[in-house]
């Protein structure tokens, strides 16, 4: 009971903040059919501030921490990108009048992660005193690489099989290169090779600070317009997809919750350690996850898989997972 109040609190607060304030807009925006659009150039210029401003903090905190301190976060980290795929197939699989390749593709997006929900919660966060490792977000690849390979091998080792009875050759190597060179991984990786390499403190400071909380309104528009015009694709597949977005965010964030509480134990892994490891993994790709599984599974239905992330995914994933584990950590971890 407890949780529940703490948790109707925290969402009512966040409501009021300019993260969710944005989020809502853009979706009334395109509830109403405004014709009211932001360039995709920049849209790109945003996300890429965003993700070097994070890379850049996490690499700088790096190089004064102590790596053994990172190694058994990573670790589940990893973990867990492959157990979300593995068991959103498991689920598909067994779900009447579901598409494998779009189960698959699915799973994929869901063991992938937001950069937008993961902004989202760093700001969140922030407002709420919440302290946390600033190497945290440069654990983004080590979900999203293994969790949109494997998608993709299972999809094309499944396929394989249904056709000629035995399992193809997948080039692994190219999919994860393929990862890599997208956009939001590419963007945060850079980053991350800046803050751990070079001295970026005073441009970080004097540009990309400042500019952070401004741009990612402008990011929290632009999801809200993109979720309400993906509703419409959205029901034209099995209503499954729509179910599993709404559940599968806060499944997948309470088993890194779990598992991260373990690190913490083990580690001293800290509470909003905890948290943002919870909402990564609770987070859906939005960016760099649609390309690489329209490239590794192109015979997959795009309405299914972005559309179960962006409509219903994505907002599940900053409203509701991240006040969630907020007021959980306030509670497993009382002050």
């Avoid at 009971?1 to 966040?14: H, N």
């Avoid at 390309?291 to 599974?297: D, E, M």
């Avoid at 997959?300 to 179960?308: E, F, H």
Wanted: with cysteine; proline share 6%.
């Amino acid at each position: 009971m407890e949780l529940i109040f703490d948790f109707l609190s925290q969402f009512a607060r966040q409501l009021q903040s300019p993260t969710l304030t944005f989020l809502i807009g853009g979706f009334l925006i395109g509830a109403t059919g405004s014709k009211l659009s932001i360039p995709s150039p920049i849209y790109q210029f945003v996300v890429f501030v965003l993700l070097m401003k994070i890379g850049m903090k996490g690499g700088v905190e790096i190089r004064s921490a102590n790596l053994a301190d990172m190694f058994l976060p990573a670790v589940i980290t990893v973990v867990i990108g492959i157990l979300i795929v593995l068991i959103g197939a498991f689920v598909f699989r067994r779900l009447p009048g579901i598409n494998a390749a779009d189960g698959y593709a699915t799973a994929g997006l869901f063991g992938a992660v937001s950069a937008s929900t993961l902004a989202a919660a760093i700001v969140m966060m922030e407002q709420e005193s919440l302290q946390f490792e600033a190497w945290v977000p440069a654990l983004y690849p080590f979900m999203d690489i293994p969790a949109l390979v494997l998608a993709i091998v299972l999809a094309n080792v499944h396929r394989e099989k249904s056709k000629n009875g035995a399992a193809h050759k997948v080039d692994t190597l190219a999919i994860v290169k393929e990862s890599l060179q997208g956009s939001a991984l590419s963007a945060l990786i850079l980053g991350l090779m800046i803050g751990l390499l070079g001295r970026p403190e005073p441009v970080l400071q004097s540009f990309y600070e400042p500019l952070f909380r401004g741009l990612l309104s402008i990011l929290m528009l632009v999801l809200g317009m993109e979720a309400w015009s993906r509703i419409r694709e959205l029901k034209e597949v099995a209503h499954w997809f729509a179910i599993y977005a709404l559940i599968g965010p806060i499944l997948h964030g309470l088993i890194a919750f779990g598992l991260g509480y373990l690190a913490h134990l083990a580690t001293g892994f800290s509470p909003g350690g905890v948290v943002l490891l919870a909402v990564i993994a609770s987070s859906n790709s939005d960016i760099s996850g649609p390309p690489t599984i329209r490239g590794g599974i192109p015979w997959a239905n795009p309405s299914a898989y972005i559309g179960a992330s962006t409509s219903v995914g994505t907002p599940v994933a900053i409203a509701v997972c991240i006040p969630l584990f907020i007021s959980l950590a306030n509670i497993v971890f009382p002050n």
